[in-house]
């Protein structure tokens, strides 16, 4: 990928490498990781979360995201909908674009450089911007049941390791 000035300098800056974005159209996407990194490095340590909407019927889910530092405080959204996710973890979106976009703003990149929680998989399954998708289908009853069916084997398998590793002392 080929990077920009401005991009470069951000790199430089909070330490990222090449690893840590990939070209969607041209424009730089750092993946979630990159930009705890990027928080880590500003020093940002805490964020605070509120629930603006939940509506798991229909797979809304928006929060709001404050972070402070050095007495400055930014505040962003992030929302997931069937408009612009399509995975079944709606909560969990949310709140990483609110912290991406949050981090973003300190940073002076918005604009440049974007996160990998901005995109989302079109039908056609390419990746695009989350922004520039129409619609797309609600996750089906079936997709939901098959999400909470695969985090109850996980708390399952979990309570079985716990109750062996009891068991042996």
């Known amino acids: 990928m080929k990077f920009d000035k401005e991009t470069k300098v951000f790199m430089e800056t909070y330490d990222l490498d ?29 964020y605070k979360l509120t629930e603006i909407e939940f509506n798991s019927q229909l797979g809304i889910c928006v929060i709001k995201c404050s972070a402070t530092l050095d007495g400055i405080t930014h505040t962003d959204y992030g929302e997931s909908s069937p408009k612009n996710n ?12 609110a912290k991406d976009r949050v981090i973003r703003e300190f940073t002076n990149v918005s604009g440049i450089v974007y996160s990998d ?36 084997n996980i708390k399952n398998k979990k309570v079985i390791k716990d109750e062996k590793s009891k068991s042996k002392k």
């Open 117 to 152: 929680a901005d995109l989302v998989k079109g039908k056609d399954g390419k990746m695009q911007m989350a922004d520039k998708v129409d619609a797309f289908e609600r996750t089906t009853d079936e997709q939901v049941a098959e999400a909470i069916a695969e985090v109850k």
């Open 86 to 97: 399509t995975n079944a973890y709606i909560w969990a979106m949310a709140i990483k674009r």
């Open 18 to 46: 090449e690893s840590l974005f990939w070209d969607c159209h041209g424009s730089p996407i750092l993946l979630h990781r990159g930009w705890l990194k990027v928080a880590k490095k500003l020093g940002i340590v805490d």
